[in-house]
């Protein structure tokens, strides 16, 4: 054992195992796993038939409209094959969730070892099954969070509401931190990797600045957004706001000389520091490529400006959609090019929305900018009417308008000025 001592690194602090506190963890550990397996396998089951025909429901849709696994005919037959099959993949869901249960519940004993207390163990057996049906609300785009009952079993779990925004700060500025640019390749080791939720919150926090900038520029409207939140026909928003989000990323990318994606002033995402889920890589992976498609095509800047209302107003499955747009180029195999780049992200971004959060964080995004283009209108008409006396309605209108605009622009330079987005 004092070998053992020895060899430990001095920047890890090895953890005793106290004798004591195993009565506890074992008393912990009998009551939840027959607890926590059998509440979670109520919720799984409870939860199969909405995972049953929700998933027959989107699978059809995408057969009808040939998105999704139905976009290329040669998928068809498999596709077809997936929803025959469907609920062989409820069945193994249903199954994942009981064994893994078994396990969370034996999670409960370190619980109890780590905070040193009986009662948050048995707050964690309560809470693992809040946590699971909150994950499988989203996952099923059903109601957000979960109607059980969540103890607090961790001592500093939960921040003070009045700390929350600061915590949140020096959490991304920490995690920032630790990234090191990948141009010194002798210190590949020393690289941490970026995380997945990093990236998902850039996505909406790039969507958040970007759909301030189209509401100013007229290209989204109160009227799409109300439609979005009420009715959630979300299709124009939820695709082409998040596309042309991505496809300013890939154009800032180009013009820089990084290898990888520069999603903010000092973040850049490559493939030596990407997240390391699957499921990430292959998102990543065709945008590299796309980013060096783009640089090849040198996209000038009177393009680039262009190709933003483009992105929003246009199907953009054939080069003839831009005649009469203001495109700057008239060559059919540049608009082509870029055309099927924009066709590939909107691809992307449909996968991407697949995703369990996907649908209640753009939601959330597309409220704040409901609130903030509401009280901009507001501001606008208040204006107009304290200044009623002194102009004309004609003069008035203008007035308030450009009041609007420079309240709008206010908050997305600042956004840019802090580095939140490129």
Known sequence: ???????????????????????????????????????????????????????????????????GPFLETVCVPFAGLAIILWPLAVLGAVIGAIISSFFLALYSGVIVHQEDSLLKGLGYILALVSLFDEYVNDFLYLREGSCLPRPRYRKNANPKPGEDNSLKTRRENSLNAQLISQKS??????????????????????????GRILLRDGLINIQEIEECLVKGNCKKLSIKLPTWSVLHCLLVSAKSDSSGLVISDDVELARNNGPREKMFEWLIEPLLIMKEQIKNLKVEENEETCLKRLVIECENKRPEEWDGTGFPSNDNVRRAQLQAIIRRLQGIVASMSRFPTFRRRFRNMLKVLYVEAIQAGASASHIGVALKSKYTGKSLIESGSGEGRNETDEVVNEAYDNGDVV
Not at 189 to 201: G, L, N, R
């Open 185 to 210: 390749r002798t210190l590949k080791w020393e690289i941490q990797p970026y995380k997945a939720v990093q990236v998902w919150d850039w996505l909406f926090k790039a969507c958040e600045v970007n």
């Open 1 to 67: 054992m004092d070998e053992l001592c020895e060899k430990v690194p001095p920047e890890e602090k090895p953890m005793d195992v106290k004798l004591a506190k195993l009565p506890s963890c074992l008393l912990v550990i009998l009551i939840a796993v027959p607890v926590d397996v059998l509440l979670i396998t109520a919720v799984a089951l409870w939860k199969s038939p909405y995972m049953l025909f929700r998933g027959w429901k989107r699978l059809l849709e995408d057969l009808i409209g040939r998105e």
